[in-house]
């Protein structure tokens, strides 16, 4: 248990009771923030709200996501170890950390692997950790692609839920795209990437006719479920409306 904001539920709305419970929050290993030439490594045990604090902007993707994430308090405790390891498809966490190509730090008794995020998530709430595995912080690599945005589809707002969640990361060159990750929650069983569309929109120029091609696939790569937050069908709209919002957002660096 880190932040037990995940867990504390369970063990009050769904009466789970743990044998044993592991409390990670005073290890300083999972405490950390270090900024490298190649890659930010975050320990998996840093609350978001001084996450939010140490990286004062660095990484424009996170700082959109931070006041998107439930409340002030919730973020207060809350940390991307849990986020990770709680491997909910609706998670917020896991669509930003996957546009970022962030992989997961994981360790035990045996030593230390790194995962990228990509296959980390396995199942429905299933994860790549081993047992007596845990996750020490996360990766993201460097440089950070110059256009990013992370989009919430909730029925509130703020505080709450994602009904659909997506993160853009974009690098162009002369208005061609030459790098972009697409990360996304509430459309699988597990947090995914857009493979197809990402291939689609690879070495295309970054302009309407191409993007609205792009809405298409994106539209046609997911089966999303039916559940009260949204059904199948609006999900699947979003999908290609939230891609469409992300080019109309960024499509001025391309002329
Ligand atoms: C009111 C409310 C609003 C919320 N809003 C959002 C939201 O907007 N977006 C969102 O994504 N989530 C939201 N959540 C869910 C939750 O806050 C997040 O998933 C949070 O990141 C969990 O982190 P935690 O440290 O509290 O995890 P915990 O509850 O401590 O743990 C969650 C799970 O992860 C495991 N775990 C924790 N740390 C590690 C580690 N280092 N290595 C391996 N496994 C680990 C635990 O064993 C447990 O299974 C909300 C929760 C509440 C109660």
């Given at each position: 248990?880190?932040?037990?904001?995940?867990?504390?539920?369970?063990?009050?709305?769904?009466?789970?009771?743990?044998?044993?419970?592991?409390?990670?929050?005073?290890?300083?290993?999972?405490?950390?923030?270090?900024?490298?030439?190649?890659?930010?490594?975050i320990?998996?045990?840093?609350?978001?709200?001084?996450?939010e604090r140490w990286l004062a902007g660095r990484i424009?993707?996170?700082?959109?996501w931070f006041p998107l994430f439930a409340s002030r308090l919730i973020r207060n405790r809350a940390t991307l170890g849990g986020n990770l390891g709680t491997a909910s498809?609706?998670?917020?966490?896991?669509?930003?950390?996957?546009a970022l190509e962030a992989e997961a730090v994981l360790v035990s008794a045996a030593g230390e692997r790194v995962v990228p995020l990509e296959r980390f998530f396995t199942g429905y709430r299933q994860t790549a950790l081993s047992p007596g595995e845990v996750?020490?912080?996360?990766?993201?690599?460097?440089?950070?692609?110059?256009?990013?945005?992370?989009?919430?589809?909730?029925k509130r707002r703020l505080d709450d839920i994602s009904t659909v969640a997506a993160a853009f990361a974009l690098r162009l060159e002369a208005g061609v795209v030459q790098?972009?990750?697409?990360?996304?929650g509430g459309v699988a069983a597990t947090p995914v990437r857009a493979y197809q569309t990402e291939a689609f929109l690879q070495g295309k120029p970054w302009d309407e006719r191409?993007?609205?091609?792009?809405?298409?696939?994106i539209r046609g790569e997911f089966r999303p479920i039916d559940d009260?937050?949204?059904?199948?069908?609006?999900?699947?709209?979003?999908?290609?409306?939230?891609?469409?919002?992300?080019?109309?957002e960024t499509a001025e660096v391309a002329v």
């Open positions: 248990m880190a932040g037990g904001t995940d867990l504390v539920v369970e063990v009050n709305q769904r009466f789970a009771r743990a044998e044993v419970l592991l409390d990670l929050s005073a290890l300083p290993e999972l405490q950390t923030l270090q900024w490298g030439p190649d890659y930010v490594e320990g998996a045990g840093v609350s978001l709200s001084e996450l424009p993707l996170l700082s959109e498809p609706i998670g917020d966490g896991p669509p930003v950390l996957l996750i020490r912080a996360v990766r993201i690599p460097l440089p950070l692609a110059p256009q990013a945005r992370f989009y919430k589809v909730s790098h972009i990750r697409i990360g996304l191409t993007v609205r091609a792009a809405a298409e696939v009260h937050r949204g059904s199948a069908a609006y999900r699947t709209a979003m999908l290609g409306n939230l891609l469409q919002k992300f080019h109309a």
